[in-house]
């Protein structure tokens, strides 16, 4: 099975500090995510990429950067971060044919006070 | 914006039940659909996939696709405790953008 690896699990930050999460996959996916779970909201996209370099932006993308350096790793970063961005963020990674399940990490859990 | 709507927020079901999960979809142009599930403290695992009208059984699990409608169904047979979990349906319409409905919580009761 795909294996998608995120760091770190835990996060508790100040308002206005800087938070990156950082992901990981080893199975040469082209695509990767970073998505934003919410209770009564789901799973909602903030960005997503198709390779090295590239990032497209998702539903959410307000207060976030993300950055793609190489195909396994990909980061979202946190410039001024608010209580509104506390959630549980999720990376995933899916190959390249639309019909391609989504295969998603363990989790970050982000809190902002 | 595609927009997936998932019904019910929560479900109860005894040991041995069936346990059905809705979801409505906007976008006619929506190609494949998957069922996810999340386990407590873990990330969401792909249940099975669908994208073809009709019906796609799976052991104990039946999901069901009209794309007419905007509509697709997950059935579970015989439902065990080990299947209470929180279960989302997802939609691509082939731009690589994968949508996904708010969840339903299945809790199935010994």
């Known amino acids: 099975e795909a294996a998608v690896t995120q760091s770190p699990r835990n996060k508790v930050t100040v308002t206005g500090g800087n938070v990156t999460l950082s992901c990981r996959q080893t199975?040469?996916?082209?695509?990767m995510y970073w998505y934003r779970q919410d209770t009564g909201h789901g799973l909602r996209l903030i960005h997503y990429?198709?390779?090295?370099?590239?990032?497209q932006i998702g539903d959410v993308p307000d207060g976030y950067k993300a950055t793609r350096t190489t195909q396994e790793d990909f980061f979202l970063l946190l410039e001024l971060a608010s209580p509104s961005q506390t959630s549980l963020y999720f990376c995933a990674s899916s190959g390249h044919n639309s019909g391609n399940t989504l295969y998603f990490g363990e989790g970050s859990r982000l809190i902002v006070v | 914006q595609q927009k997936v709507q998932q019904s019910p927020e929560s479900l109860i079901v005894p040991e041995g039940g069936m346990a059905s999960l809705n979801c409505t979809f906007s976008d006619r142009n929506s190609q494949y659909f998957w069922w996810y599930r999340q386990h407590s403290g873990e990330g969401p695992k792909a249940l099975m996939?669908?994208?073809?009208?009709g019906d796609k059984k799976e052991g104990r699990f039946t999901a069901h696709l009209n794309k007419a409608s905007l509509y697709v169904s997950l059935h579970i047979k015989d439902s065990q405790p080990s299947d209470s979990a929180l279960y989302f349906c997802a939609e691509n319409t082939g731009n690589y953008k994968y949508v996904f409905g708010a969840g339903t919580r299945l809790k199935v009761i010994a």
């Open positions: 990429s198709y390779g090295a370099g590239n990032l």
């Open positions: 996939s669908i994208f073809s009208n």
């Open positions: 199975n040469s996916h082209n695509y």
